[in-house]
């Protein structure tokens, strides 16, 4: 399916109701809460190796730093000399700090997107190959690090603009991953484009549903004692799927990955 065809069906898209969407989100988490579950998990356990990146050379500048600092024995005697940070190490930090940010924000986009071709296993009862790792693969790493970075530098650029940009922004940012999920042989600025159309024709309806959702899912997972936000998180991203498959639709074409 060609972008035109599918800006096609977005003009064209019929009403979708609040109620129908929300049902058929939580009779698809019901199926798929297992892998959410794994999805957010590995999530965290890739963002760990990132973390230490940004913490470890923190934790040397600090020590060397402190290490180098000296007395003055020209002052008083509880005056020290205040230890300073050389502006080489604080550019090297920064552009660690930018490389660790860059690195999380793609790890989040490919998970999310190959969560999605599972969503998509799951409710056509289909049988394939849950990858959560397909978007890492080398015909779509760059893609997604792309990818990532545009998700990254347009919330940074509508934080900046004050509060109502970015809660615009918010719902077309969604649809980004569920477009990339289905359509991975499109550009990237082509996935951003189709998530903006999308996103502006189903706004209210998106927000709605993102708002009631995201609720519901923190609430219920509080009252798992709090782990069980791990489990539920899954189910907030759920009606970007349905919205996505109710209008777009899928190409009867399009090949599946199965076992």
Sequence with gaps: MNSTEIKQRIANA???DFGTIF???IELFKKVWVQGLITVLLNMVLAVPVLMLIYIPMFFAGFMDAYSSSYDSYSSYDSYVQPDVSPVVMTILFIIYLVAIAAMSAIGMGLKAAFYRICRLKDLNQMGNEDYFYFFKKPYLSKTITLGLAYLGIAFIATLLCVLPIIYAIVPLMYIFVIYAFN?????????KLSFDLGNKKWALSFGLFFVSGILAGLVGMLMCFVGIYVTTSFS????????KDVVGSDQNEAIEVV
């Design 184 to 192: 991975p042989e499109k550009s990237a600025s082509e996935i951003i």
């Design 14 to 16: 019929k009403h979708l």
């Design 23 to 25: 049902n058929q989100s």
């Design 237 to 244: 991203y759920l009606p970007a799927y349905f919205i996505y």
